[in-house]
């Protein structure tokens, strides 16, 4: 794990602004295209405002959320709409959104989504957020579909959860789809969420703290911290 920690949110966003364009860009110079994996929440506005100035190549990007809920579009509690109004506008307005959930179809339609997202694998760039239960994505623990979301194959990337820990129903994209980016962060900010990382990083069931998976697939991941 690459631990660097900012001053304050501010210096974060543009750093990971930076960061983020820099590899998209250098994926669509490569290979015509680039997906980026994002997380909700309120703790990435800041990065996503910032991101959405950038100048990439925006209409050769596919963006995909890490988890979503099984809400309609146009509730608040619903991270597309969330990643419309803050990520997709200015000069990312021109970015293709891969939806993790239809809400006219349900949870039953999963699999008709799912061959849009393995055609984006492995993803070039995944920023990841973290609950202070030690959850990423929607990986909660005590979810039912923990197991399923965790193996180390993907047969599975993207899973129905139900879980004590979320408001709602959820989709989320596997463990073993998330760390197969090419390049992957840990946003997280505030005292706690720090506190949270910490103990982690101690050995323990990763079912109790999903992070945990992440954090043993991916050795190399960088986390990126403010007050």
Known sequence: MHFTAFDDSDDLAKWLSDHVAYALSKSIESKGKASLVVSGGSTPG???KALSAKDIAW???????????????????????????????NKAAKAHMVPLY?????????SDLESEIRSLLPFDVVILGMGNDGHTASLFPGADNLGQATQDNDKHILVAINAP?????????????????????????????????????????PAKMPIRYILEKRPDLRVIWAP
């Open 165 to 205: 820990g979320a408001e709602e129903p959820r989709v989320t994209l596997s463990a073993s789809a998330l760390t197969s980016a090419g390049n992957i962060v840990l946003h997280i900010e505030g005292a706690k969420k720090r506190e949270t990382l910490d103990h982690a990083t101690e050995a323990g069931d």
């Open 46 to 48: 800041k990065f996503f």
């Open 102 to 110: 239809d809400d006219e179809s349900g949870i039953e339609k999963l």
């Open 59 to 89: 209409e050769h990007v596919s963006i995909c959320l890490a988890d979503e809920r099984c809400v309609p579009k146009s509730s608040n509690h619903s991270n597309t709409r969330m990643i419309t109004l803050e990520l997709l506008q």
